[in-house]
C-alpha cells in the first residue's frame, strides 16, 4: 500500500465518522440536551476541515467551494468547542455567542456555496486556527475554573486532542511540499479517531438517532431507578451547583436521553425542577430543626448558584416565598409542598 493510499483510507474513515457522530449528535440534541448540538458541531466542523486537507493533498487542484467549505469548518470549531464546555458544564448561552460567533463561518460557507472569488484563503485558514487555539485557551481557562466538571477526564482529553489538530492545521500553512503537508492531516485524523471513540466509550458521544418516543423495559427503568436515587438520597449530588443531565447521568454511567426519560416517565418534571425539588425538600427539612441559619446561606449549600434561581424555584415547590415560609414555621404551621418528593426523600442521611 502507497503513502497516499493509506493516507486516503486512514483519513477518510476518520473524517466520515466525524461527520457521521456530528451529525447523529445535533439531531439528538433535543433529546440529551444542548451541549450534544455543540459537540456534534465540533465534530462536524472538524471533520470538514480535516476533509479539506485529505482532498487538496490528493488535488491540489480542487474547486473554490471546497476550500471555502474547509474554511468554514475551521471558523465553525472554534465557538463550538468553547460553547461546548459552556453547556456541558451547565452554563448559558448569551445570544450572541449562540449566532455572533458563528459569522465567519456562515460567511465562508455562502462564499463556497455561490463560488465567490476567494483570493485570501491562507489568511482565512490562518487566522481561523489561530481563533481555534484561541477558542481552546478560553476553555481551558474555565475547565480550571470548573474542575469538578470534568470527572472522567473527557473534557481533557477533546482540548488536547483539539490543540494538536489546531497545531496540524498551522504547520500545514507552513509545509514546505505537500508530502509534510500530508502528515499534518494524518496526525489530525488519527486525533479525530482517538476522540471519537474516547467519547463513545464513555457515553457522552451518540452513535444512533433517539428516538422521542423511547420505550423502557421493567428492569430497565428499575436499575436507573434505583441507581438515580441512591445517587441522590445517599450521594447527595443535588448539592453539587451547576449540575447537569449530563454529569448527573455519567455519575450513574447511564445515557443522557435514557435519564431523561425515566425522570420524565417518574415524576412528569425535567429535570431542573426534579433537582430543585430535592435541593428545597433539604432546606424545608433544615430549617424545620433549625432556624439560626438564612435560608439564602442553605440554598447555596445545597445546590443554588444564585439567589434569584433559588427563589423562583421555591415559590414553584412550596407556594410561598422563603420569608413567607419562616414566618409559618415560626408560628408553628406546616405549609406544605406542591409535590410528592418530601415523602421520598424524608430520612435522608445528613
Known amino acids: 500500500m502507497d503513502w497516499m493510499t493509506l493516507l486516503a483510507a486512514v483519513g477518510g474513515i476518520a473524517v466520515a465518522q466525524s461527520i457521521f457522530l456530528g451529525a447523529i449528535n445535533m439531531i439528538n440534541s433535543r433529546q440529551s440536551g444542548q451541549a450534544n448540538f455543540y459537540l456534534g458541531l465540533l465534530f462536524l466542523a472538524l471533520g470538514l476541515r480535516v476533509a479539506k486537507s ?3 493533498y490528493h488535488w491540489t487542484g480542487m474547486a473554490m467551494v471546497g476550500i471555502s467549505v474547509g474554511g468554514a469548518g475551521l471558523w465553525a470549531a472554534a465557538p463550538a468547542l468553547f460553547l461546548y464546555i459552556k453547556t456541558f458544564a451547565g452554563r448559558s448561552v448569551t445570544r450572541f455567542e449562540k449566532y455572533g460567533l458563528f459569522a465567519p463561518a456562515l460567511f ?3 462564499a463556497g456555496i455561490s ?19 484561541l477558542s481552546l485557551a478560553a476553555s481551558v481557562y474555565l475547565l480550571t475554573k470548573w474542575r469538578t466538571v470534568d470527572k472522567n477526564g473527557w473534557l481533557r482529553i477533546v482540548l488536547a486532542g483539539v490543540f494538536v489538530i489546531a497545531s496540524t492545521f498551522i504547520y500545514q500553512l507552513f509545509s514546505p511540499n505537500l508530502e509534510i503537508y500530508a502528515i499534518g492531516a494524518l496526525v489530525a485524523s488519527v486525533v479525530l479517531y482517538i476522540i471519537n471513540f474516547k467519547g463513545i466509550g464513555s457515553k457522552v458521544v451518540s452513535t444512533s438517532v433517539q428516538s422521542s418516543k423511547i420505550s423502557l423495559s421493567k428492569n430497565q427503568l428499575d436499575k436507573i431507578t434505583s441507581d438515580l436515587q ?16 449530563a454529569r448527573l447521568a455519567e455519575r450513574i454511567d447511564t445515557p443522557q436521553y435514557l435519564l431523561r426519560k425515566v425522570i420524565q416517565q417518574n415524576h412528569g418534571k425535567n429535570f431542573n425542577d426534579f433537582i430543585n425539588e430535592y435541593r428545597i425538600t433539604e432546606i424545608c427539612e433544615r430549617l424545620e430543626k433549625d432556624t439560626r441559619y438564612t435560608i439564602e446561606a442553605i440554598a447555596s449549600e445545597v ?4 439567589n434569584s ?3 423562583e424555584a421555591f415559590r414553584k415547590v412550596m407556594n410561598c416565598t422563603p420569608a413567607e415560609y419562616r414566618k409559618r414555621l415560626q408560628n ?7 409535590t410528592g418528593l418530601r415523602s421520598v426523600t424524608s430520612g435522608m442521611p445528613a
Open 115 to 133: 463560488e465567490l472569488p476567494f483570493y485570501r484563503a491562507r489568511m482565512v485558514y490562518l487566522t481561523g486556527s489561530i481563533a481555534l487555539l
Open 309 to 311: 434561581t433559588f427563589y
Open 108 to 110: 465562508l460557507l455562502i
Open 332 to 338: 408553628g404551621e406546616m405549609p406544605t409542598q406542591n
Open 230 to 245: 441512591k445517587a441522590l438520597k445517599e450521594g447527595r449530588v443535588y448539592r453539587e451547583q451547576k449540575l447537569t443531565l
Open 54 to 56: 485529505l482532498i487538496y
Open 303 to 306: 445546590g443554588f448558584s444564585s
